[in-house]
């Protein structure tokens, strides 16, 4: 699924990989999604790269975190508020 030899960055794979699962509704507005460590199993990936995929999910308006709760896809208001940006 990853591919180490590809020219994107791991992280970047990651996070679409994440991204297709939420717009194909693996993962649902509001249903959790892997935490850094799942995916650091999942995908093989070091805790930092975890944490960027993260990142960039909740920089895209798709996924909202809660302290200690964990990370969640963000309601579908958001996603209607990035297809209006776009």
């Known amino acids: 699924m990853i ?9 970047r794979q990651v996070a ?3 991204k297709g699962r939420i717009e194909d509704g693996t ?15 999942e995908f093989g990936i070091a805790t930092g790269t975890g944490q960027k ?5 909740r ?8 302290p200690g709760l964990g990370s969640y896809v963000a309601p579908v208001e958001g ?5 209006e940006q776009s």
């Open 59 to 66: 920089a895209e308006g798709l996924i909202v975190t809660v």
């Open 79 to 83: 996603a209607t508020k990035r297809a």
């Open 16 to 18: 679409d990989v994440i």
């Open 27 to 41: 993962y649902p507005p509001g249903e959790r999604v892997p935490s850094v460590v799942e995916l650091l199993e």
């Open 53 to 57: 995929v993260h990142r960039a999910l």
């Open 3 to 11: 591919d180490p030899y590809s020219p994107v960055p791991r992280w």
